[in-house]
């Protein structure tokens, strides 16, 4: 393989099992997500208990990631990921024949939700580090990059299949087609033989993820950009889980229409990616981290203005082009910057804060949509996005 030639980490068999694996499975798991909300909101009719669930589905990521990327460091991440993935059947089945039997109540899918996260506080870890055994240091751009792909390239299917289920088979056809989608990534990571040896620490779970949290307050621009992360987890990102309550309330367009709302949110995020994979490295980081900060906080700012259902699409489209254009150009900075040794840990850290911040994000917007209204409250956590962005690209431009 020559370096710098184009999608250069397809051309690793071990890549190229996994890639496969995940977008089947990825595509189950947006279906599973999309049903999941319109479930919620169809029980309750309530944005609150839209945010309860997205936080329950959080939570745990935010108390066990970091244990989650010490173990990443001590154990086989291959083997990580098996159990998580065959974890990650039960909850998806119990949903669906508890939706199929009509017996389901919101804390049913609370509690699922719950499970399905702390397997994720312990498979997020390993599957972002897992990418420093499977490819070259000179791939992971790429390889995150199309990671990114698979995932949002899944957001765009998932939801739109998921919708013509509901309106035509049934809600619980997407809970049964998700405990299905486990099973190539299961069979895929199976017959992966994940190349490089990552040397595992010994020392005690404090100082484990003590030396952890160390290079990343030492390396001031890792440290900018876990900040801004945790930013948008806590007022940008959380926008998605009022979607429904947009959708219902404010655009009038039902699950047919939401699911095309979060599949534009899954389109522009999937050129983002592809646009990252098929550069293969991006130059001047530093002034694309940023303007796709600004891209996200100015879009996610327009959405609750918009009363028009085809803006709204546009507005989102690039949100999701500007979360992925950071988000993945980041995951690739701290990459590049952090040693194998410590790799599981301070993705763990990145995981709290993209991931683990969610729940608190989740539940401020929730309960602020349930008492001063779903739209001043989106524009509100927008303006906090604006400005983070805004400090955000002083402080790294100045220390890059």
Not at 172 to 196: H, T
Not at 356 to 376: C, E, K, M, Q, R
């Amino acid at each position: 393989m020559k370096r710098g030639q184009r999608f250069s980490a397809l051309y690793v068999r071990d890549f190229r099992l996994f890639w496969f694996g995940q977008i089947v499975s990825l595509s189950g798991t947006w279906m599973h997500s999309v049903a999941q909300s319109w479930l919620v909101y169809s029980l309750t009719k309530s944005p609150l208990y839209l945010g309860i669930i997205a936080s329950l589905s959080s939570l745990p990521i935010l108390l066990f990631t970091l244990f989650g990327g010490i173990v990443a460091d001590k154990y086989s991440k291959r083997n990580i990921l098996i159990v998580t993935q065959v974890l990650s059947v039960a909850p998806a089945l119990i949903v669906a024949v508890l939706a199929d039997k009509n017996i389901i109540t919101v804390w049913h899918v609370g509690i699922t939700a719950a499970f399905m996260g702390t397997v994720n506080a312990f498979d997020v870890p390993a599957r972002q580090a897992f990418l420093g055994e499977v490819v070259q240091k000179g791939d992971i751009t790429n390889a995150i990059a199309l990671n990114s792909a698979a995932f949002n390239g899944a957001r765009i299917i998932g939801p739109v299949i998921a919708g013509f289920i509901i309106a035509n088979i049934g809600m619980p056809a997407c809970f049964y087609i998700n405990a299905a989608s486990f099973i190539p990534v299961i069979f895929a990571l199976s017959k992966i033989q994940a190349r490089g040896t990552v040397k595992v620490h010994q020392d005690s779970l404090v100082k484990g993820a003590a030396d952890g949290l160390r290079f990343i307050t030492k390396e001031r621009q890792v440290l900018h950009i876990m900040l801004l992360i945790s930013v948008f987890s806590l007022f940008g990102i959380p926008y998605i889980t009022l979607l429904p309550v947009l959708a219902a309330e404010v655009l009038d367009v039902g699950a047919k229409g939401l699911s095309l709302l979060v599949a534009s949110a899954g389109a522009g995020s999937f050129v983002a990616a592809m646009i990252i994979a098929f550069k293969g490295e991006i130059r001047q980081k530093e002034i694309f981290i940023t303007a796709s900060a600004i891209v996200f906080s100015l879009a996610i700012f327009g959405i609750p203005f918009s009363k028009d259902y085809n803006i709204s699409m546009v507005l989102i489209f690039f949100a999701g082009l500007g979360i992925v254009s950071f988000l993945a150009t980041s995951n690739s900075f701290i990459q590049h910057s952090v040693p194998d040794s410590l790799r599981g840990r301070v993705m763990s850290v990145y995981t709290l804060v993209f991931l683990g911040f969610a729940p608190v994000g989740n539940s401020i917007i929730g309960i602020n949509a349930d008492l001063f209204g779903t739209v001043f409250s989106l524009k509100i956590f927008a303006a906090f996005c604006i400005l983070g962005s805004i400090i955000f690209s002083r402080l790294f431009k100045r220390k890059v």
